[in-house]
């Protein structure tokens, strides 16, 4: 099983900054399949990035993911309140899929 | 529109059965893979299992195998999960999710969720 790691647990910032979201994994994730979800309280999660860094229609191009490997990065920039959030990375290149524990990006 | 539902969720005691459901709309639920994942109270989101478009093939998380079942009918365009021996740790929100139409474990969709509370 792949487990994958997220860093920092929580992160705040201001509107207007940039946030940086790291994703590690254990082993190397085969074809780069990597996804980010972001879920507001109460709220199901949202794809917004898919194969480490193909963006889902609809999504702002203000999300960006990049990596491969074993090291990825979902990048915010321009924050904005409505960023508030948790976001996860999640592998499916290989069986069982798996989420990282999460990232809160709060918003000062 | 494309829309999840999830039902079938709530209180039930350790050992027990439930069975959740998922009714699909708004696209062609026929041709999707389907997951089910779930996520404990305040924490992260834990895979629990997927389907192939016509049933054929499935997976399970390890803390589920042997007790949860997924399947489909794809002529009501709804998924399922039969959850047994229930027990304390299962209790979450469980989600459907679709997947792709080919393999690929992206989670496109969701539905709102639906709790299972495992507790005596």
């Known amino acids: 099983e792949i487990v994958l790691t997220q860093s920092p647990g929580t992160l705040s910032l201001s509107p207007g900054e940039r946030a940086t979201l790291s994703c590690w994994a254990s082993q190397s994730i085969s074809n780069n399949f990597l996804a980010w979800y972001q879920q507001t309280p109460g709220q199901a999660p949202r794809l917004l990035i898919y194969a480490a860094s193909s963006r889902t229609t609809g999504i702002t191009d203000r999300f960006s993911g990049s990596g491969s490997g074993t090291d990825f990065t979902l990048t915010i920039s321009r924050l904005e309140p409505e960023d508030s959030a948790v976001y996860y990375c999640q592998q499916y290149g290989s069986s069982p899929l798996t989420f990282g524990g999460g990232t809160k990006v709060e918003i000062k | 529109e494309v829309q999840l539902v999830e039902s079938g969720g709530g209180l039930i005691q350790p050992g027990g059965s439930l069975r959740l459901s998922c009714a699909a709309s708004?696209?062609?639920?026929?041709?999707?893979?389907m997951h089910w994942v779930r996520q404990a109270p305040g924490q992260g989101l834990v895979w629990v299992s997927y389907?192939?478009?016509?049933?054929?093939?499935?997976s399970y998380a390890d803390s589920v195998k042997g007790r949860f079942t997924i399947s489909r009918d794809n002529t009501k365009n709804t998924l399922y999960l039969q959850m047994k021996t229930l027990r304390v740790e299962d209790t979450a929100v469980y989600y459907c999710?679709?997947?792709?139409?080919?393999?690929?474990?992206?989670?496109?969709?969701w539905g709102q969720g639906t709790l299972v509370a495992v507790s005596s």
């Open positions: 389907i192939n478009s016509d049933g054929s093939d499935t």
């Open positions: 708004g696209f062609t639920f026929s041709g999707y893979w």
């Open positions: 999710a679709r997947g792709s139409e080919a393999w690929s474990g992206e989670l496109w969709v």
